[in-house]
């Protein structure tokens, strides 16, 4: 069974500019999340999506992150602008259905760097 | 202030040697997880411990939760290089029940 699939793998920008990131879940999974690990850090959570729904988004910085979810399948992560603190990986994550301890499984990550 | 404190933060040991790491935390939890991140991976799960005291081994790594259901710890024997990476502990909690890691624990394994 293929994992969840990210890309790019590695992206770097300089600050004020626009990036996306790109997430493809395990087949079949309702709910997807995206988190940031800054270096040296665990994983936050951003926003976790049910299907298209947006479960939870409440530390997700709104003024310049956003991120959908079409169809229920594939998602897309937006930093506009990025500053230097955006600097981090970007997971995404898996799962099979709705109920939370539903074991989460996690892509390779983009890492990002904000020049 | 982080809800879940992990120690030590980096750990190198040589080949063969045993180790325990810890997750702390002054808030009671119905269950914990464990995790490892190996460099350029996302995590993967290890165990879920979820009842006060429990103890489980997976090959040469043992987990234990607290008696209080506030703490754990992981305990590696006779660790390898394929032991090197990241590891996280983390917790339900928030009112969506988002997963919550830990600061984790670096460990390095030198052959």
């Known amino acids: 069974e293929a994992g969840v699939a990210q890309s790019p793998r590695y992206k770097i920008i300089e600050k004020r500019q626009s990036v996306a990131f790109w997430c493809n879940p395990i087949?079949?999974?309702?709910?997807l999340y995206w988190y940031q690990q800054i270096l040296g850090q665990g994983p936050k959570l951003l926003i976790q999506?049910?299907?298209?729904?947006?479960?939870?988004d409440s530390q997700l910085p709104k003024d310049r992150f956003s991120a959908e979810r079409l169809k229920g399948v594939d998602s897309t992560l937006k930093i506009q602008p990025a500053k230097l603190e955006d600097s981090a990986v970007y997971l995404c994550?898996?799962?099979?259905?709705?109920?939370?301890?539903?074991?989460?499984?996690f892509g390779p990550g983009t890492r990002l760097t904000v020049l | 202030t982080q809800l879940l404190e992990q120690s030590p933060q980096f750990l190198s040991i040589q080949e063969g040697e045993n180790l325990t790491v810890y997750c702390n935390s002054s808030?009671?939890?119905?269950?914990l997880q464990w995790y490892r991140q190996e460099p350029g991976e996302g995590p993967v799960l290890l165990v879920t411990?979820?009842?006060?005291?429990e103890v489980k081994k997976l090959k040469r790594l043992t987990f234990q939760f607290g008696d209080a259901r506030k703490d754990s710890s992981l305990h590696i024997t006779a660790a390898q290089p394929g032991d090197t990476g990241l590891y996280l502990c983390?917790?339900?909690?928030?009112?969506?029940?988002?997963?919550?890691f830990g600061t984790g624990t670096l460990l390095a394994v030198q052959p």
């Open positions: 994550a898996s799962s099979l259905g709705d109920f939370y301890t539903d074991t989460q499984y």
């Open positions: 087949s079949g999974h309702a709910t």
């Open positions: 999506f049910q299907n298209n729904g947006v479960v939870d």
């Open positions: 808030s009671v939890f119905s269950s």
């Open positions: 411990v979820v009842t006060g005291g």
């Open positions: 983390a917790v339900f909690g928030g009112a969506t029940n988002k997963l919550i």
